[in-house]
């Protein structure tokens, strides 16, 4: 057997990508809609090694100090590019100042904190592609029923989402106990909402206490009676559209106390 150059590691959620088939196919997923690409956690680098054949400007976010090592040492020319450093709590600014496309074969025991951390950069993340636990791609594709949740409206709120396709489990070193997915997002075109974080709260709240009406899920805030709004308040979160979502914001007064 091969000697392993890094071992991977489990508390980093480490599951290295080996097949270089998949690795073309998944970096021929990056349109790019921007030359500036970051590429998240590139590990040993199977996906670098075709993302460096594009005309792009490339910085490579990797927290492994091991990996580190190694990418400096493979890649020679790019050394001055390559980051060493915990993406969540990286200033997306001090790595580019434009537009932005994002890659990588995301750790799944913090691809919601990721996520989140795009939506916080939206403005200058333009495009991702990411691979996520299959579950957790089924969910933020997700348009309705149980698997519809709050990152499939606050993701889909600005960004049209595709599901690629689905990875086996031995495409990966250590194999994980689950199939995986990539996924790609491309920037839609609305804009910030005028009040965000209340829009974020009601989501949130309404998927929080799923099983109930909206009613009753979000009881704290006050919201202006009307046709439109008596009969949203009487469905369940996941039967909202996300123009539903900012209806429902933009007719809340105040929270109550």
């Keep these: ?113 990721i996520l989140f951390k795009i939506l916080e950069n939206k403005e200058d993340i333009i495009e991702i592609v990411g691979m996520f636990q299959k579950e957790v791609g089924e969910r933020i594709i997700a348009t309705k029923g149980k698997k519809k949740g709050i990152l499939s409206v606050l993701i889909q709120t600005y960004y049209n989402v595709e599901y690629c396709f689905t990875l086996n489990e031995q495409v990966f070193h250590p194999p994980p106990k689950v199939k995986s997915a990539v996924l790609r997002f491309s920037r839609n075109n609305r804009l910030t909402l005028k009040n965000e974080m209340l829009f974020f709260q009601i989501v949130k709240s309404g998927f929080n206490q799923r099983r109930k009406i909206l009613k009753n899920a979000l009881k704290t805030f006050d919201i202006l009676e009307s046709e439109k709004t008596n009969y949203l308040l009487n469905l369940r979160a996941e039967e909202l559209t996300i123009e539903d979502f900012i209806n429902i914001t933009k007719n809340v007064r105040k929270n109550k106390n």
């Design 1 to 113: 057997m091969k000697k392993e150059i890094v071992k991977p590691k489990k508390k980093l959620g480490q599951h290295f990508l080996i097949d270089k088939n998949i690795a073309k196919k998944i970096t021929d997923l990056l349109y790019p809609k921007s030359e500036n690409i970051i590429e998240l956690g590139p590990g040993t680098g199977v996906l670098t090694d075709f993302l460096i054949k594009k005309k792009i400007n490339l910085k490579l976010v990797e927290i492994d100090n091991e990996c580190v090592m190694l990418l400096k040492k493979k890649y020679f020319n790019l050394k001055d590019q390559i980051i060493n450093a915990d993406f969540l709590k990286v200033n997306i600014n001090n790595i580019f100042t434009n537009k932005i496309s994002l890659i990588g074969n995301f750790p799944y025991n913090i691809s919601s904190q």
